[in-house]
Each structure stands twice: as C-alpha cells, then as structure tokens.
C-alpha cells in the first residue's frame, strides 16, 4: 500500500511540474500592447503634422472640430478628425446630419502585432482591392455612425475621397466595441458617392441623375 501511495505522489508531482512548465513556456502574444497609450500617441502625432500642413496653406489635409463642437472649450487634438484628402470631388454641397449617403469605406486600426498594415474591422466592398468601377457603395445614414465618421461625412463633397484619422473619443471610445479594442484610433478610407435629404427616396445605385443634385430618374 505504501508502494503505491509513493508511486501515486511521484505522478502527481511530475503532472504539477508538466503544468507549470506549459504555464512558463506559454508563448500566449499580445495583439494590442500598450494600446491606449500607443493610439494616443500615434493620433497627437499625425494631428500635429496635419496643423502644419494647414498653416502652411496645404489643401491636401484638414483638421475638423467634431461636428457638434461649435464652442471653444474643446479645442484638444481629441476634439478633431484629421483627414488626408486622397481624390478631391468636383461636388459643392455637404451632407447635413439628417441625410442618408452612399459611400465606400474601409475602416481599420493603427498596426498590431499580427497585422502589419492595421487590422481591417469593416469594408463596403466584398473584392480584396477597391474598384469604384464595380464596388457598390453602401447606403449609411450620417446620423448612424460614430462621431468621427459623422463628422467627416459632414464635410465632404461628392467625389472626394479622403482618408480619416478617428481619436478614440469620438469613435468607439474607452469602451470598444466587438472586433474593435477600447481607445482604439480608427483609420477609415471614405469615398462620398451620393446623399439624399430627409423624404426623398434613395434610388437603387444604377439610378442615373437628372442634373439636379437630389432628384434620380431610373436608367
């Protein structure tokens, strides 16, 4: 009895050593270390190379308050999106917050461990690349979207295609969301295709326009 009361301790000690050698050789990786303070840091920088580009008299960037924002306390980096303008539009007119809008749009985070160029959280198009040719825009109601993205919208012409730096406080904040860690910048890729006000009716996208900017007659 004894014989086997020692043979019994030698495996339950040889199963604790096994388990804490698995635990110590973990190569668990962390996809998003240092998130908060990387996202933060990367956002600051590129708001501030952006007020540079502005005040220089550079069209190809703009800084732009949160929509909402029409006073002066907030007027921290965190308060704005920053957008590279990738294709200007040949359009004059805004959505306003009511409206609904067609665009293309690719959203992702700032680069993590496993994925080099930034994790892809959401796109419009279903192809691996972009063909605005064959991509069909997706229909989004400006009012239903993150700060961020709202506020971009809100400032677009149609054809402009811009490329838009979300601070987490006006995307998905602290918080995050699924697929999407909190403080998480959001990168997002925006071409503005068309946008309707309240009570008009949305044709399907192979609608062609009469020349009047929110009235479509069918092809």
């Given amino acids: 009895m004894k014989k086997y009361h020692i043979l019994?301790?030698?495996l339950l000690a040889m199963t604790i050593t096994g388990l804490s050698s698995c635990s110590e050789n973990s190569n668990t990786v962390e996809e998003y270390p240092n998130w908060k303070a990387t996202n933060e840091s990367k956002f600051n920088s590129i708001y501030a190379e952006a007020v540079k580009y502005v005040a220089s008299g550079s069209d190809s960037w703009k800084v732009i308050k949160e929509w909402s924002y029409q006073d002066s306390i907030h007027n921290n980096p965190e308060d704005y999106i920053v957008a590279q303008v990738i294709t200007k539009g040949s359009g004059t007119i805004s959505p306003i917050y009511s409206d609904s809008v067609r665009v293309h749009y690719e959203g992702r985070l700032l680069p993590s461990t496993s994925y080099s160029e930034g994790y892809v959280f959401n796109k419009s198009w279903s192809t691996?690349?972009?063909n605005p040719s064959?991509?069909?825009p997706t229909k989004l109601a400006v009012s239903n979207v993150v700060d961020g993205f709202s506020t971009a919208l809100q400032n677009m012409h149609i054809g402009d295609r811009w490329r838009v730096y979300i601070p987490y406080q006006l995307g998905y904040g602290?918080?995050?969301t699924t697929g999407i860690?909190?403080?998480s910048t959001l990168v997002f890729d925006i071409t503005l295709v068309?946008?309707?006000h309240v009570n008009v009716t949305v044709p399907d996208f192979k609608a062609k326009s009469t020349g009047n900017t929110n009235t479509w007659i069918d092809k």
């Fill in 194 to 196: 068309s946008y309707y």
């Fill in 134 to 136: 064959t991509n069909v």
């Fill in 174 to 176: 602290s918080a995050g």
């Fill in 8 to 10: 019994y301790i030698m």
């Fill in 181 to 183: 860690p909190g403080y």
């Fill in 128 to 130: 691996d690349e972009y």
